[in-house]
T-cell receptor, first 114, second 115 residues
Framework: AQSVAQPEDQVNVAEGNPLTVKCTYS??????LFWYVQYPNRGLQFLLK??????LVKGSYGFEAEFNKSQTSFHLKKPSALVSDSALYFC????????????FGPGTRLSVLP | DAGVIQSPRHEVTEMGQEVTLRCKPI?????LFWYRQTMMRGLELLIY????????DSGMPEDRFSAKMPNASFSTLKIQPSEPRDSAVYFC???FGTGAGETQYFGPGTRLLVL
């Protein structure tokens, strides 16, 4: 079965500092990995995804993520955090053997302090 | 494009009443998903459709929940009768194609409160 873990419920970072939101996964086959962001009272917005190819994926709003197959990780990163990045971040995985079903992690709340 | 549209955005009802949530997917998308988000259980997939046909409804909690997709531009999620434990945010999402790499695009959600 496929699963996703986000080991940190909350991440605090000062504005201008680099940020990392962690995600690890477990799948039977090749993983398809996604990051979404949710702002208060809003739906989930797509940030980026890894399908195949380059392990470093660049996405919206300056975010990037690195796929590491040996560590089964897909951590979200940004070189310089903004206060407006404060939100709830979800990692999701899809295993080709399970078709369309996303499995979402529990979410990590990012707070960027001015 | 207007994105995925959901209505109503907020719904407050009393236990035992019927609740109908509505979703209009992005034009051209052929897959539609219903999710429920709660603090306790996070994001759960309830059901998804491909080309208007229900493919997997294993996430539907019980017989009180039903979903339909009569055409490519409209879907409903119905709860009858509603119970307080159904209180949650319900999201609809759509995607183009059936590949595992396809991105799902989410609507703004319907916040349901059952008293």
């Amino acid at each position: 079965a496929q699963s996703v873990a986000q080991p940190e419920d909350q991440v605090n970072v000062a504005e201008g500092n680099p940020l990392t939101v962690k995600c690890t996964y477990s799948v039977s086959g090749n993983p398809y990995l996604f990051w979404y962001v949710q702002y208060p009272n809003r739906g989930l917005q797509f940030l980026l995804k890894y399908i195949t190819g380059d392990n470093l994926v660049k996405g919206s709003y300056g975010f990037e993520a690195e796929f590491n197959k040996s560590q089964t990780s897909f951590h979200l990163k940004k070189p310089s955090a903004l206060v407006s990045d404060s939100a709830l971040y979800f990692c999701a995985v899809r295993d080709i053997y399970y078709g369309q079903n996303f499995v979402f992690g529990p979410g990590t709340r990012l707070s960027v302090l001015p | 494009d207007a994105g995925v549209i959901q209505s109503p955005r907020h719904e407050v009802t009393e236990m035992g009443q019927e609740v109908t949530l509505r979703c209009k997917p992005i034009s051209g998308h052929n897959s539609l998903f219903w999710y429920r988000q709660t603090m306790m259980r996070g994001l759960e997939l309830l059901i998804y459709f491909n080309n208007n046909v229900p493919i997997d409804d294993s996430g539907m909690p019980e017989d009180r929940f039903s979903a339909k997709m009569p055409n490519a531009s409209f879907s409903t999620l119905k709860i009858q009768p509603s119970e307080p434990r159904d209180s949650a945010v319900y999201f609809c999402a759509s995607s183009f194609g059936t590949g595992a790499g396809e991105t799902q695009y989410f609507g703004p959600g319907t916040r349901l409160l059952v008293l």
